[in-house]
């Protein structure tokens, strides 16, 4: 076997290096461990999307407390998911370093504390601290990098593994606003965001699932530990091989040539000099650690991928997509007490929209991995973007509750197509080995439309004085994103085409 294909363990006192065969390394398992990555992210979709779809209660509450526009009230929970989304490149970039399992931990650490500190917030301003930055960067710890582990799992089932996954964002959002109501009258406000803090901990159960890929293939590796010796050309026995093996050290570690130097003086003082020098390296270690992040992070971030006219507009059709329909379970709950719906009734809406979200997420997965419809994704992508400016177009002339519900379960339905199948996309439009970088960059791209989109939707609300310009403009957006998705899938049919051709 090339020497060349081994994969470095290092220790203070010797080398290990396990060889393993290419096409071993990567292989999707499509099952076994595989179901308990996707029960893991399954786990943060439901802890997070139920926490995020509950912000549109804890917006009203937030306006009424401390008496803040609109733009600055939902520009706090946009800039957390934006933040979220934002950061997915170089939460990508750790997991490869350090591995998903360690990020993900942390990440949910990040996510339980900020939470836990939102009951102490004493105005809005400080929430952009606690719900913000610390929610926001921790929940970029958690997703992108659990998606991504439920991708590398699975190959010819990744579509109903996704769909799974992503639908516990919608089963939380289900149970979230109900739960998060109750919280607020059983224990006040604060209190109530202090309790709901606390469960988000249970991020961190899910990043102790997530095994490397890796190691699900122990019986392809062959180990090899080598104890570096003072002679540098001296060759030492394999350890777990195939017969007797002699590697040499410096052939292992580049296989370069060096010229012989005769070596003086008393061995025991070349043995020192080792030891010391040894020591010194193991103090040294931790620097490697975060160089090692900052080289993953730069090839995670493949800027490559916007000279490719398929990434670049279906990246700008995402952007353009959660910029729509992110503010809307902000701001459904305001609507129906506009229309005069009590706030139990509020967090029914809200609820509908993710049992909406939820059915649509599981549909997609089977109905997407269907032979018939694997050349026709791209249009039923699209075709579920356009519904989903329908839905937006049509809550300003919501007027009761029943037609709340049906409008927000229709929006949910399609929204969850959208959301839980753009990785699918990706993988059509660019291949599954560029699914790393390239989710990482469309999930940033999102951040920005999430970023300007609460935003530019509170502001016309403040200036306004009401929310129909605002629905207006979203889904006029919304319907543009769903254009330039049309055209990315088929720029991706015309170059298979031209290449089989």
Same mark, same amino acid.
């Given at each position: ?349 809200? =609820? &509908?929209?993710?049992? /909406?979200?939820? +059915? @649509?997420?599981?549909?997609? $997965?089977? %109905?997407? #991995? ?73 999930? =940033? &791209?999102?951040?920005? /439309?999430?970023? +300007? @989109?609460?935003?530019?939707? $509170?502001? %016309?609300? #403040? ?39």
């Amino acid at each position: 076997m090339d020497v060349g294909e081994t994969r470095e363990r290092r220790t203070a006192s010797e080398e290990e290096v396990v060889v393993e065969p290419l096409e071993n390394r990567k292989r999707a398992l499509d099952g076994g461990w595989g179901w308990m990555c996707v029960f893991g992210c399954t786990l943060i979709n439901f802890l997070s999307g139920g926490y995020g779809r509950s912000y549109g209660l804890i917006y009203l509450q937030l306006r009424k407390h401390f008496n803040s526009s609109a733009a600055l009230t939902a520009w706090v929970g946009g800039g957390s998911v934006a933040l979220s989304m934002g950061c997915s490149p170089l939460a990508n970039a750790l997991s490869r370093r350090f591995s998903a399992r360690v990020v993900v931990f942390i990440g949910g650490l990040m996510v339980g504390t900020g939470c836990v500190l939102n009951a102490f917030a004493t105005s809005t301003e400080y929430l952009i601290f606690t719900y913000t930055l610390m929610s926001g960067f921790g929940g970029s710890l958690v997703f992108s990098p659990s998606l991504v582990v439920v991708c590398e799992y699975f190959e010819k089932r990744r579509g109903i593994a996704v769909g799974i996954a992503t639908a516990g964002a919608s089963a939380g959002g289900i149970l979230g606003p109900l739960l998060m109501t109750y919280l607020f009258e059983r224990y006040g406000f604060f209190s109530g965001l202090l309790v709901f803090g606390a469960i988000m901990y249970n991020c961190c159960i899910s990043g102790a699932l997530y095994r490397p890929l890796v190691d699900n293939f122990p019986d392809h590796m062959t180990s090899y530990r080598l104890k570096v010796s003072p002679e540098c050309g001296e060759q030492t026995g394999g350890r777990g091989g195939r017969g007797d093996a002699k590697i040499s050290y410096e052939n292992l570690r580049g296989g370069a040539e060096k010229e012989d130097v005769p070596l003086t003086g008393p061995k025991s003082g070349i043995d020192s000099r080792n030891e010391a020098g040894q020591r010194i390296r193991n103090r040294l270690s931790w620097l490697n650690r975060p160089m090692g992040a900052v080289r993953a992070f730069g090839r995670t971030l493949d800027v490559s991928l916007w000279s490719d006219w398929r990434f670049s507009l279906f990246a700008l059709s995402q952007a353009m997509a959660t910029m729509s329909f992110s503010p809307v379970p902000m701001f459904a709950p305001a609507i129906a007490e506009n229309i005069g719906l009590s706030e139990k009734q509020a967090a029914f809406v809200l =609820s &509908a929209l993710s049992a /909406g979200d939820f +059915v @649509g997420r599981l549909v997609s $997965g089977f %109905f997407f #991995d269907l032979p018939l419809m694997r050349t026709q994704q791209h249009r039923l992508f699209s075709a579920s973007m356009l519904f989903v400016a329908f839905a937006i177009l049509a809550w300003p002339f919501v007027t009761s509750f029943t037609v709340a519900m049906c409008n927000a379960t229709m929006f949910g339905f399609f929204m969850g197509v959208v959301i839980s199948q753009k990785t699918s996309m990706l993988c059509e439009l660019l291949g599954a080995d560029r699914l790393s970088s390239s989710f990482g960059m469309l999930v =940033s &791209a999102q951040g920005v /439309g999430v970023l +300007v @989109g609460p935003f530019l939707a $509170g502001w %016309f609300r #403040d200036y306004f004085g009401n929310y129909k310009v605002s629905f207006v403009f979203l889904g006029l957006a919304q319907t543009c994103g769903s254009a330039l998705s049309y055209v990315a899938g088929a720029l991706a049919g015309h170059k298979r085409t031209t290449v089989a051709a």
